[in-house]
């Protein structure tokens, strides 16, 4: 086998390795619930600090004016259930989301 043929097969072996790691951990991430939360309160915690430093907050997603919609009409548990409907998470990840929406529809 020659330098180069080697060098491919070496190459080409660590992107597979790479491919399955990362196929493997993103499948472990959807089942896990716990990431879910562990996500969510890194993502509160560092808009938390980009408050403190003076960055502005966040747009709102796409796709979340029916969210936007019931949070205006004070249908909380509605604006919960549809962004659960739009996104997948979690209840406890969903209110979250929609009590930090409702603090940025406020003028």
Do not use: N, W
Request: hydrophobic share 50%.
């Amino acid at each position: 086998m020659s330098e180069t043929a080697a060098v491919f097969a070496v190459v080409a072996l660590v992107v597979s390795v790479v491919a399955i790691s990362m196929a493997l951990a993103s499948m472990g991430a959807r089942s896990d619930p716990r990431s879910d939360i562990r996500l969510a309160r890194l993502e509160k915690r560092i808009e938390e600090i980009a408050a403190h430093v003076g960055l502005p907050p966040a747009p709102v997603p796409a796709g979340m004016e029916d969210v936007l919609a019931l949070i205006r009409a004070g249908q909380k548990i509605p604006a919960i259930k549809r962004y659960r409907e739009l996104t997948g998470v979690g209840l406890r990840e969903a209110k979250g989301a929609v009590e930090d929406l409702e603090l940025q529809a406020r003028p």
